[in-house]
């Protein structure tokens, strides 16, 4: 009891300030994973620290707000560089550079598993969607743009086929960016089926008029210890982009060359699981996908390098 009288101020602190660091809860990318509570360090924080003094409350909100900081100034310490020689092209976008030109809501869906939902990244804000979403509005200020997260955890093309319609069609989207093929790869499922109905469902999105970019699988060691099997699910991607005249983010070969020829650790974009992206590899990725989608819609804009077989084929 004397040791409790003596000690109590100070064990209550230190529980207090245990219970306001709690980290990010992190997902792993496969169809066993349960549902993840998005909830943030900053929200964690205050629903379950009652904040009994000022002085406590106001270093969790300084332990959160250096979080935030360090992951907003992220490309200061690690520069985003785009790898040189790696082919990036999204495609020809004409729906949304139609409705920009005219001054007209364009909606997104970032279509997907945990990348695009957004397991590993430290907040919100700092998925690949949001981060999209304020590098379209600091380039397009004006335009009304939304970006709607659609990503949902362990899901594959079985999965994303069954929510297609209610989660994707029904938004009305101009633009359909699909991040598929890891959890393929991780689950054993045939590449060949995997890739049909992604190709049946580009098919079903481009009937609506919109513009569809695919995400391919990320480079990260649970990923490449299935080397063969995530080579030819990056290849039969491409070919249905190919097939269905669409664009493709080389998201696997992009990563590839942060690794090997950029030299940046692994840990640089991945956590610590070995497969979902950290927030520089949400933030990079996001960035480089974001170029691509500028420069696509102002050379259609410009009126210059648009296929000629994509504006006859569409939609198909």
Not at 75 to 85: E, I, N, Q, T, Y
Not at 159 to 168: D, I, N, P, W, Y
Not at 194 to 215: C, E, K, P, R, S
């Amino acid at each position: 009891m004397t040791f409790w009288r003596t000690c109590r101020p100070f064990c209550v602190i230190g529980i207090v300030l245990l219970t306001s660091a709690a980290t990010f809860p992190v997902r792993a990318e496969n169809a066993q994973a349960p549902a993840a509570d998005q909830t943030s360090p900053a929200n964690q924080s205050q629903q379950n620290s009652p904040a009994p003094s000022k002085s406590l409350t106001d270093k969790a909100i300084e332990k959160v707000k250096q979080v935030a900081k360090s992951a907003s100034d992220i490309f200061s310490r690690v520069p985003c560089l785009a790898p040189k020689g790696a082919p990036r092209t999204v495609g020809s976008l004409p729906r949304v550079a139609h409705k920009l030109a005219a001054g007209e809501p364009v909606v997104i869906v970032a279509f997907g598993s945990s990348s695009t939902a957004g397991y590993g990244a430290s907040s919100t804000e700092f998925t690949y969607p949001s981060r999209l979403a304020a590098q379209l509005k600091r380039k397009y200020p004006t335009a009304d743009i939304t970006v709607i997260n659609r990503g949902k955890g362990g899901d594959d093309a079985p999965e994303m086929m069954k929510r297609l319609q209610t989660e994707v069609i029904d938004a009305k989207p101009d633009l359909v960016i699909w991040q598929v093929g890891t959890n393929a790869i991780l689950r054993n499922l045939d590449p060949d089926a995997t890739t049909q109905m992604v190709q049946d469902g580009v098919a079903l999105i481009q009937a609506t008029g919109a513009d569809v970019v695919l995400v391919d699988p990320q480079y990260s060691p649970q990923v490449t210890a299935h080397q063969e099997d995530a080579s030819k699910m990056v290849k039969l991607l491409s070919r249905v982009a190919q097939l269905r005249h669409i664009g493709v983010f080389p998201r696997f070969e992009v990563m590839r060359q942060w690794h090997e020829n950029q030299a940046l650790p692994i840990e640089t974009f991945v956590i610590a699981d070995g497969l979902h992206m950290n927030d520089w590899g949400y933030a990079c990725f996001a960035q480089l996908l974001g170029d691509d989608i500028i420069r696509s819609v102002g050379q259609i804009k410009l009126g210059i390098n648009v296929p000629v077989t994509t504006q006859a084929n569409r939609p198909m």
